[in-house]
C-alpha cells in the first residue's frame, strides 16, 4: 500500500477495497462491478495476502453456486426443484399483471417470469417494479400441483448497503487535501490518477456529475473505446442506461397512470445517443420540458429529479469539425435533438481527450467500495449548493439565461463531489469556474454555428478572478479555428448564397452527374443503392432487458452479405423455441442469398434428445437444398461458446446466441409473430473481424 492507500484504509476501514482485485475477477464474469466488489467487501476485507486469496476464491465460489449463467437457466431451475430452494445472485424484475390482477417476479438469467413474491419485497423497493435490480434471492419450489407457478421467492436482499451514515463519510473527508481526494475518486471508479494529468481526472470526475446533482444534463461525445457507458452500468445501483425512448417508459404512462424510469432513477443514460430510436414523436416535447425544470405534463403533473447523461461517438476528427463552416460537434446527434435540446446541455464532455481503455490505466490500489461511493452519491444528489456558489462566484456578461443556469450546476456538481463538507480554496473554486464554464462554452459554440444569427454569440464566457479581472474560459479544440469562433452568419434575402470553403468543410464527394458536366466524359454509374456495399465497421455493445428493434437482420445482415461459408457454433440449440430461433436465422440467410454452406456445432442432453435433435435437423437440411444451400451439423458436448463466424472474417459473439428475446405474456398481442417488436433479454454482442 502506498501512503494514500494507508490512509484510506485507516480513516474508512471496511469502506474500501483492492480495485486490481476487482479487474481480477471482472476479467472472467460479465457481473456487474457493484455485486463483485459486494462479495470482495465480504470475504475479502483484509490486508493478509493469504487471507486475500482465500476470499478470491470464496468470490469465484460464490459465483461458481449461486451466479446464474444466461445458458445455464434450465440447469439452474431444475437445482431449485430438486432441493427445495437455493440462494441466487440475479437481477430481478417485478411486473403487475393486469388480467390476474397479481405481481409476478422475473429473474433475468434465472429465466423464469413467472415467480410468485410476497408484496413486503416490492412494497419497500419501488426499484423492483421499473428496471429491476441485483440482489440476493432465496428461489423456493411450489409443489402444490393445483398453483399455476413453480417457484417463489422466499427471501431477497438487495445488494446494497443496509444503511448509509453521510456522517461518517464527510468526517473523513476532513483528512485528505483535496488532491488527495480527487485521487480517491478516481481510483474508487478503478483508474490510477498516477497516470493522469490534473485536466484528465477532472474529465473522469466530470462523469460523474449526474450522480451528485439531481436534473442535470450531461453529453459525452469522443471516439470508441474511451469507458463513456461504463458508469452508468457499473458504478452505480441508481443508474440505469437505455439505447431507446418513449414517452411511456421515460416519463409516463398514461395507460397504467405510471411514472416512467425518471421517477425511479438518479440517472437515466442514453447508451449511443447517435443510434437512440425515439419511438414516439411527444418524446422530445416532453424531454424538453424535463430537462429545462425537471417538471412535464401527461394529463398530471409530474416532478421528478433524474438527470440525463447522452453518450455517443464522433466519427470525424475534432480538428476537421472545429475548421468546417457546414459541420458541428454534434454532427452525430439525432436529427430529433434540434436546437432547444441542445441549449439544454450543461456541459459537453470532450471524449477525444480520454484515452482508450488500457490495463496501462487500472489501478491496482484501494478505492471505496463501489456501493458505498454510491450510497455517498445518492445523498449528495439531495443537497444543495446553489447558495454557496451564487455567494462566492461571478460570472461575466456573457453567461446568461442557461448559460448561468448551466454553469451553477456544474459548480455545484463539483463541490459535492471534491468538497462534500467544508470550502474549497479560492484557487480552487476560481480552477472549478473555469471548467465549468468550459464545457458550457463547447455547447454554446456549436449552437453559434447552427443558427446563423446573432442569438447565441455571446460565446465568450468569463468569471472574474479574486484581483477583479476577467477571465474567458476557451475550449483548447477550437480556441484557432475562426469557422467555429467567427461563423459566417444568414445571408439577408436576395444576396447571393454563400459558398463554403472546401479546404475548411467535410468534403462530400461529387454526384456522378456532376462529375459528368465537369469532366464531358460518361461516369461510371454507382451500382443500385441495393447493390452498394455498406462499410463494416466492428462493434461492441449490450442489449438491454425490455429493449425492441433487434431483429436478426439488424444484428448479422450488414454481414452476411457476401459471406459465402457460415460457421454456427451453438451448444444451445435444442429446445423447440431455440430450433425456431436457429430456423429465422436460416431464413434470413436464404433472404440475403449469398451463403452456399451453413455449418452448424451443437450440443444435446441424452440420447433421445439428440435422435429428436436429429429428425429437426435433416427437415432443415432438405429445406436448404431446395435453396441451393448445403446444411452441415455435427455434436461436440465439450463446447460452452457461442458464436458466428463467416467466411469474409466477421465474427458476431452474442452471450445468449440466437435466443435473445423474452416469451411474450399473451401470444395475441404486438411483438408474438413480428421480432420488431418482441422485448429482448439482456446480453452482451461483439462483433469483430479476425485478418488472415
Known sequence: MDALDQKLNEVYPGRVVRKDLLHRIKKGTNVPSFVLEFLLARYCASDDPDEIEAGIQAV??????NYVRPDESNKAQSLVQQQGKHKYIDKIHVTYNEREKRHWAEMENFNSRRIAIPDKFYRNNDRLLEG??????????????????????????????????????AAGRDKFSRDEWLDVLTRSSGLEPSKMSRRLKLHF?????????ANYNFIELGPRGT??????????PYATLVSQASTATLFYNLSRHKVGLVGYWDTVAFDEVGRVKLKDKDTVEVMK??????????????????????VGNIDYSVEQLVSSTQFDLFVSLPKEFDLAVIDRFYIYLPGWEIPKNSNEYLTENYGFITDYIAEAFHHLAKQSRYDYVNK?????????????????????AMLKLLHPVGEPTREELEEYMAYALEGRRRVKEQLNKRKADDEYEAINLSFIDSNGNQVVAWCPESKDADATQNPVRRKLPGTPDFEPDTATSIVEPKSAAKQEKESGQEPVRPPPVAEQKKVLTEQHFKILYGESGYTYERIFGDYLRSAKKVFVTD??????????NFIRFCELIVKIGDAKEIKLVTGFDDENQKIELTNKLDSLKESLKDHEIQFVYSFNSNIHDREVRLENGWVIKIGRGFDIYQKPDDWFSIGANDL?????????????QIVP
Open 60 to 65: 469465484f465460489e460464490t459465483l461458481e453456486k
Open 676 to 688: 420488431e417488436f418482441r422485448p429482448c433479454l439482456e446480453t452482451m454482442v461483439d462483433i469483430y
Open 132 to 169: 429491476g435490480i441485483w440482489a440476493e434471492v432465496v428461489v423456493a419450489h411450489n409443489d402444490i400441483d393445483e398453483d399455476d407457478y413453480a417457484f417463489y421467492i422466499e427471501e431477497l436482499r438487495p445488494i446494497q448497503l443496509s444503511r448509509f451514515k453521510f456522517e461518517e463519510y
Open 571 to 580: 451448444p444451445y440449440i435444442r429446445a423447440t423455441h431455440q430450433i425456431s
Open 205 to 213: 470526475l466530470a462523469r460523474l456529475f449526474c450522480f451528485v446533482e
Open 289 to 310: 420540458n424535463y430537462m429545462a425544470n425537471g417538471r412535464f405534463s401527461r394529463g398530471v403533473e409530474v416532478v421528478a429529479n433524474a438527470s440525463f447523461a447522452f
Open 227 to 236: 469507458g463513456k457507458s461504463f458508469a452508468y452500468s457499473e458504478l452505480t
Open 392 to 412: 462566492h462566484c461571478q460570472f461575466g456578461k456573457s453567461v446568461e439565461g442557461r448559460d448561468e443556469i448551466a454553469v451553477i450546476k456544474t459548480m455545484a
